[in-house]
């Protein structure tokens, strides 16, 4: 046994400490298994969905069709955001109470604040760093397969869009992990909604309608169409669509969208495009995207504060 | 006098369990204090609160002259805590948890690039601290769990059941560990059911039970109050009257029981073992081992808590 040195000491920053918590966030996280497999993933079908139509232009004969646009509306789908969320925040604070691994780190001089803002900030690094990853990717990859793409500036955009969309699910991930403190019951529960509203929102839009109540929950939203030029567009106004939509605003920031219900009883066989009943409401684009941003903050915020104060509050048994 | 911790009428509830109850605690610094008590005795709850990880229902603690309230960072700044069976983030390695935990301190890169390699060696680590903790054996986490106590050279070490889980040669490079830097001016405050480690090296003992101090005062004085020596005598049957015959021998000044041992105080260095076994024989009580020794911080901790639980001496 050596001697000890003399105390060390002077009271360490606000910032040298936060710090601390995002580098023992962080250094977990690159090592996590399940986030490297949804790495993995997302990667895989992004090269899938550049690599297929080349794949099968090959098989059928017929040439690649050129889409300027394919970098700016092709971003990651409602699942992606719930995997991301997932991997990277399913037992950022309930593994720590399961492996008693709090009781060290909280009685290091560190606030349970600094603690909640360590591991919310590392994991949208995390997330930040995989999607500039994965949209460059994308982006150079689309070019190749789909020829020079227009708007390349909004990318970015897209990528914030996507980021914001699955901050959702990382907050209400981040919210149960905390109040149940259990990973089991945590991704049961966030599993449960995200498939609740995956199935639900699709069927309240064919037997209701593009309700005004789909655009407050998390998820596709409701479903609508904007002409722009000689095309039709379809629109989804839900938060899970963010990014395109805020680039569809920047774009034609005068659009329209307009709501039709789906004719049930006027559908028949051989149809290609389903009756509708005829227009329902129609909405600025404008109003969709900031809307939807609203939203997806509106629920961030309050998850997250649910998720500080149950960690605040929580007493510590393990 | 300044005391390194200081509790007064502290209490913690858990719903209708009162798990700690108006305890009334006071280290004095540059000392080593053993923390001692049964199972459910209510020392963790104590330790947890003393750290700020736990909320008392009433009362008020002081570490180190400073209120401690939960969530109080700075409070913890001079404390170092090993908590009972230590669990540490199995995705990093020794080193680097020590480096982390380093940075939580405000310790510059110089400061943990002089202090980590010292406390891996200290420890008995050098050459693993480079393994994930996810490898490292139970006795191993304990000695990273040793080593983060004393991280940041605290003012106060709190060990909690510091020597669960290590080897015999482990248990005494802790001990003296612990001799090394209560040397050098820090408090250690440990608690520990390994009554021969405390007698060995703590100078003060606070015993409790069912959350309330029985006892607290230097380790010599603790031990005098007993007398010079103790026999056991553990029979086959222990009846009152083996009790009475042996309370009437004059050198005999208090006797309880635990199950069918009996424990006689006496009041001298005199082998008295052939005269205590002819009462008990006389009385119809059957021997089956008995001894005399001098007496220990096991006998006091054995008679207070007998006679918390309400086996009075006799």
């Not at chain 2, 002089?114 to 050098?126: A, R, T």
Request: with cysteine; proline share 4%; hydrophobic share 45%.
């Amino acid at each position: 046994m050596t001697a000890m040195q003399q105390a060390t000491g002077t009271r360490p920053s606000w910032f040298t400490r936060f710090w601390a918590i995002v580098r023992y966030e962080m250094l977990w996280n690159i090592r996590k298994k399940k986030f490297i497999g949804v790495i993995i993933v997302a990667f895989v079908f992004a090269t899938l969905g550049l690599v297929l139509p080349s794949i099968l232009s090959s098989t059928t004969g017929t040439a690649i069709t050129a889409d300027p646009n394919f970098a700016i509306t092709y971003g990651a789908t409602s699942f992606g955001f719930f995997l991301f969320a997932l991997a990277t925040a399913m037992n950022s604070i309930s593994s720590e109470f399961e492996s008693g691994t709090i009781v060290p780190l909280l009685t290091k001089p560190v606030s349970r604040t600094m603690v909640f803002l360590g591991k919310l900030f590392a994991a949208f690094v995390i997330i930040l760093v995989s999607y500039v990853i994965l949209f460059t990717y994308t982006t150079v990859g689309s070019i190749f397969v789909y020829g020079p793409q227009n708007n390349l500036q909004l990318v970015p955009l897209v990528l914030l869009g996507n980021l914001i969309s699955t901050f959702i699910w990382v907050s209400i991930l981040l919210a149960m992990g905390s109040l149940t403190k259990n990973t089991i019951i945590t991704v049961l529960v966030a599993l449960g909604l995200f498939l609740s509203l995956f199935i639900a929102i699709p069927i309240v839009s064919v037997f209701a309608g593009p309700s005004q109540s789909l655009n407050y929950l998390p998820g596709s939203g409701a479903g609508g169409s904007m002409l722009v030029g000689n095309t039709t567009m379809t629109i989804n106004t839900g938060t899970d669509n963010l990014g395109v939509n805020l680039v569809n605003y920047v774009l034609y920031p005068s659009g329209n969208v307009t709501f039709s219900k789906i004719d049930l009883s006027a559908i028949q066989a051989g149809q290609t495009t389903l009756p509708t009943t005829g227009v329902l409401y129609t909405e600025p684009i404008s109003l969709i995207a900031l809307r939807a941003l609203g939203v997806a903050f509106a629920y961030i915020f309050v998850f997250l504060f649910i998720a500080w104060i149950a960690l605040k509050r929580s007493e510590i048994m393990e | 006098m300044d005391y390194a911790i200081e509790t007064d009428n502290l209490t913690k509830n858990f719903g209708s369990l009162t798990a700690v109850n108006k305890l009334n605690l006071k280290v004095q610094k540059n000392t080593i204090h053993g923390f001692l008590g049964p199972n459910g005795a209510g020392k963790t709850t104590t330790i947890k609160i003393l750290v700020g990880l736990l909320k008392p229902t009433s009362g008020s603690v002081k570490v180190l002259g400073q209120e401690v309230h939960v969530d109080q960072a700075d409070s913890r700044l001079n404390i170092g805590y090993m908590p009972e069976l230590p669990r540490f983030p199995k995705h990093l390695k020794g080193a680097e948890l020590l480096d982390v935990y380093g940075r939580m301190y405000g310790m510059t890169q110089q400061e943990r690039a002089e202090q980590i390699p010292k406390l891996i060696e200290s420890v008995g680590l050098k050459g693993r601290e480079n393994d994930l903790i996810g490898k490292y054996s139970k006795g191993m986490q304990q000695r990273i769990g040793i080593a983060q106590a004393l991280l940041n050279n605290p003012e106060l070490v709190i060990l909690d059941e510091p020597s669960i889980g290590l080897d015999p040669v482990g248990m005494v490079e802790v001990r003296e560990l612990m001799k090394t830097i209560s040397k050098e001016g820090v408090t250690v405050f440990l608690s520990s059911h390994l009554l021969f480690e405390v007698e060995q090296i703590c100078d003060h003992v606070t015993i409790i039970n069912k959350g309330s101090v029985l006892a607290s005062d230097t380790l010599q004085n603790i031990s005098g109050a007993l007398g010079p020596a103790m026999m056991h005598i553990e029979l086959a049957n222990l009846s009152n009257e083996v009790i009475a015959a042996v309370k009437k021998l004059p050198f005999v000044s208090g006797t309880w029981k635990t199950g069918s041992t009996l424990y006689i105080q006496v009041t001298t260095y005199d082998d008295v073992r052939a005269q205590v076994s002819k009462e008990v024989t006389g009385a119809g009580g059957v021997i089956v081992g008995m001894s005399q020794k001098t007496s220990n911080l096991e006998d006091i901790f054995i008679q207070l808590v007998s006679k918390d639980k309400g086996e009075k001496p006799q």
